[in-house]
């Protein structure tokens, strides 16, 4: 009798570390998307003050100060954000609307690039710019224009833009 408890222990054991196993995948498989919501959650309730504004899909903060690239995207991270991508012409018309500034990163310099490491395609350079005048003029800034299309600008600091795009966009409507 005791060989048959002690083999009904056993078994039962052996289904719970079953359990246990399948139970744990699951927890690691919802675990990147639990996170992601919880932080948009998060996000959600920074996202309706004032400081963001909404086009299209995505919520933009434009800063009021001026930073390096680093101390900007640093500061984007903070929020849950990364720096713009200005990838379709709708947002060059609303950056240039509100002569606002962005930020590219010149890893090599000559060599400019989006956060995501993406190429820079769309180029509104002024005459003369990009320079490197200071040597580390990583920023690019809108300023009004003075030559037709011609509005960027390099700088060693600058305003940025922080973008969000949420992956479940149903919870910002």
């Known amino acids: 009798m005791a060989k048959i408890s002690y083999q009904n222990l ?22 990147p998307d639990l996170v992601k919501l919880l932080g948009e959650r998060n996000m959600q309730v920074q996202i309706h003050s004032d400081e963001w504004k909404k086009f ?17 995207r640093q500061d984007c991270r903070d929020r849950g ?3 713009v991508i200005i ?3 709708l947002l ?21 690039k989006w956060v995501d490491g993406s190429p820079l395609t769309i180029k509104f350079w002024k005459s003369g710019e990009p320079n490197n005048d200071f040597g ?3 920023c690019a800034a809108f300023s009004p224009l003075s030559e037709k299309n ?24």
């Open 92 to 112: 060059i018309q609303i950056f240039l609307y509100l002569l606002h500034s962005f930020l590219l990163d010149a890893e090599k310099e000559g060599v400019w």
């Open 56 to 72: 299209g899909n995505s919520f933009y903060y434009f800063s009021t100060e001026q930073k390096t690239w680093s101390e900007a």
């Open 87 to 89: 990838n379709n012409l």
């Open 10 to 31: 056993t078994e039962e054991r052996d289904q719970l570390k079953e359990i246990l196993s399948k139970e744990h995948r699951i927890l690691q498989d919802i675990s």
């Open 81 to 83: 954000a990364d720096l």
């Open 136 to 138: 580390n003029e990583n």
């Open 150 to 173: 011609k509005a960027w600008n390099d700088l060693d600091i600058a305003g940025w833009t922080c973008e969000f795009t949420p992956v479940f966009p149903r919870i910002y409507n």
